[in-house]
């Protein structure tokens, strides 16, 4: 098993491009979340899919829009990229409401 | 507001030096408390997940614990490959389906040979 995969692993854009992250799992997740994290402020989440055909936003969703594609695959875009946006970002995901949950790779995104 | 503080921020050990990293919570009904190592570049590790009061989990050179206002992540005897970022978090038991998670900024933890 693959766990959670995400991809790209690293990524430069310039001001105003978009783009999307990939996130996919194979360990039967209900619940999928994206999370950035910055140096000093911890994890924090962008948006989540609590279960397949849902999605709701998180502490920080401005500038972010989310895909609950079917169970596997959660995507994050970025529409206008800014520089704000430069930090790393990580999809997680959990079987249900009293599961840990399990962490992707990390994508390192630069906004110059 | 729900909120999540871990101390020390950094910490240096010599190998085999037994040490405890704090995670002080505020939450309104904890639903879990969950402990993650996260090693430089890659994605939180998961660890241990503590439900209520009193309650220990181990693995390895590592043992959790749990009150009513804070957990410990008590290191015994470390190695060097103990060296990375412990983050802490919690659930709050409102919320329904969200399961939402709230983490601290982390301890970074050095163990020298």
């Known amino acids: 098993n693959a766990g959670v995969t995400q991809t790209p692993k690293f990524q430069v854009l310039k001001t105003g491009q978009s783009m999307t992250l990939q996130c996919a799992q194979d360990?039967?997740?209900?619940?999928m979340y994206w999370y950035r994290q910055d140096p000093g402020m911890g994890l924090r989440l962008i948006y989540y899919?609590?279960?397949?055909?849902?999605?709701d936003k998180g502490e920080v969703p401005n500038g972010y829009n989310v895909s609950r594609l079917n169970k596997r695959e959660f995507s994050l875009r970025l529409e206008s990229a800014a520089p704000s946006q430069t930090s790393v970002y990580f999809c997680?995901?959990?079987?249900?409401?009293?599961?840990?949950?399990?962490f992707g790779p990390g994508t390192r995104l630069t906004v110059t | 507001e729900d909120q999540v503080t871990q101390s020390p921020e950094a910490l240096r050990l010599q190998e085999g030096e037994s040490s405890s990293l704090n995670c002080s919570y505020t939450?309104?009904?904890?639903?879990?408390l969950f402990w993650y190592r996260q090693d430089p570049g890659k994605g939180p590790e998961f660890l241990f997940t503590?439900?209520?009061a009193g309650e220990e989990k181990e693995k390895e050179r590592l043992k959790a614990t749990l009150t009513k206002k804070e957990s410990f992540l008590h290191i015994t005897a470390p190695k060097p490959e103990d060296s990375a970022t412990y983050l802490c978090?919690?659930?709050?038991?409102?919320?329904?389906?969200?399961?939402?998670?709230?983490f601290g900024t982390g301890t970074l933890l050095a163990v020298q040979p």
């Open positions: 997680a995901g959990k079987q249900g409401a009293d599961y840990e949950q399990y």
């Open positions: 360990m039967n997740h209900n619940s």
């Open positions: 899919s609590a279960s397949e055909g849902t999605t």
């Open positions: 939450v309104s009904g904890l639903r879990g």
């Open positions: 503590l439900y209520s």
């Open positions: 978090a919690v659930q709050a038991s409102r919320g329904g389906a969200t399961n939402k998670l709230i």
